[in-house]
């Protein structure tokens, strides 16, 4: 398998100025435009959104989008229902229907006696929805929601090299048919920071974000690691311009961009973007 065909890409870029190494802002129209013909001419068949990612639906939805397989989600502190936000995903994608159905907050699929898991299925049944599937953060919302009974179509997850804290999730799910789509395979690009300028709560990953900077190929040799795992279906990336995604595409699948296996032992809250602090940067 082409290691381009699992790639996917984020959009939330597309509709928000999101990404603590986005020097550029919100991407602009005629780049994502650039984006897209490049992507499906290349074999990258993905693109993961949301309805809470700004304008970022209706950006691509501007596009033909017959050749790509789209992941959108819902959100369930929003005033509209279930129901209202995927006719307004699917209006804004100008789409009869999308690959993948998220829940961003998985709690919410077990919730009031499964209500929106049972609208999902509706949704599904009726041709809606292809697959449905929830956006996990953390390993008690996985196993809450598996415990459940649920079984997911989709799972997406962040992944990277430094965080693996899914990893055993992944293989069982994967080997019982469940696709497995991750993200934050840069870390919002932390990996890319300049490590004397980090604010000193990263101290206890310097030392590792310093050895691995050493690589020429750094994104090729992230993305790389997580494309070359079987259990992966989708990578997720995010790109401000084309001139990024043509260099990850350029750079994978080279023998020199292997990053070893590791088992890092990093504290959730580093790995958590949500946690971190609001400026990062000693400036």
């Not at 065909?5 to 990404?19: A, M, N, R, W």
């Not at 691509?60 to 995927?86: A, M």
């Not at 590792?208 to 989708?234: A, D, H, M, P, R």
């Amino acid at each position: 398998m082409l290691l381009n065909s699992k790639i996917g890409i984020g959009t939330v870029q597309f509709g928000l100025d999101y990404g603590i190494s986005n020097n550029q802002g919100k991407t602009l129209v005629h780049e994502v435009s650039k984006i897209l013909e490049f992507a499906i001419n290349n074999n990258v068949n993905y693109l993961d959104t949301a309805y809470a990612y700004g304008t970022a639906e209706e950006v691509i939805g501007n596009f033909n989008l017959d050749k790509f397989k789209i992941i959108s989600k819902y959100v369930s502190n929003s005033k509209n229902t279930l129901e209202e936000q995927i006719a307004t995903s699917l209006t804004r994608l100008n789409q009869k229907s999308v690959y993948g159905y998220l829940a961003h907050r998985p709690l919410d699929l077990i919730d009031n006696n499964k209500e929106n898991w049972k609208k999902l299925q509706q949704q599904k049944a009726s041709g809606t929805i292809t697959k449905i599937g929830a956006s996990f953060n953390t390993i008690a919302e996985i196993e809450k929601v598996l415990d459940s009974g649920i079984q997911l179509d989709i799972i997406q997850v962040p992944y990277n090299y430094l965080d693996s804290r899914f990893e055993n999730y992944m293989k069982i799910l994967s080997k019982q048919g469940c696709e497995i789509h991750t993200r934050s395979t840069f870390l919002q690009g932390l990996f890319f920071c300049n490590i004397d300028k980090l604010d000193s709560f990263f101290n206890t990953v310097k030392p590792i974000l310093k050895e691995i900077q050493k690589f020429e190929n750094l994104s090729g040799c992230l993305l790389q690691y997580v494309l070359e795992k079987e259990y992966v279906s989708v990578a997720n990336i995010g790109v401000n311009n084309l001139e990024q995604l043509k260099n990850n595409l350029l750079l994978i699948g080279k023998e020199n961009n292997r990053l070893l296996n590791t088992d890092f032992k990093i504290k959730s809250e580093i790995l958590m973007p949500s946690n971190w602090p609001k400026k990062i940067n000693n400036d």
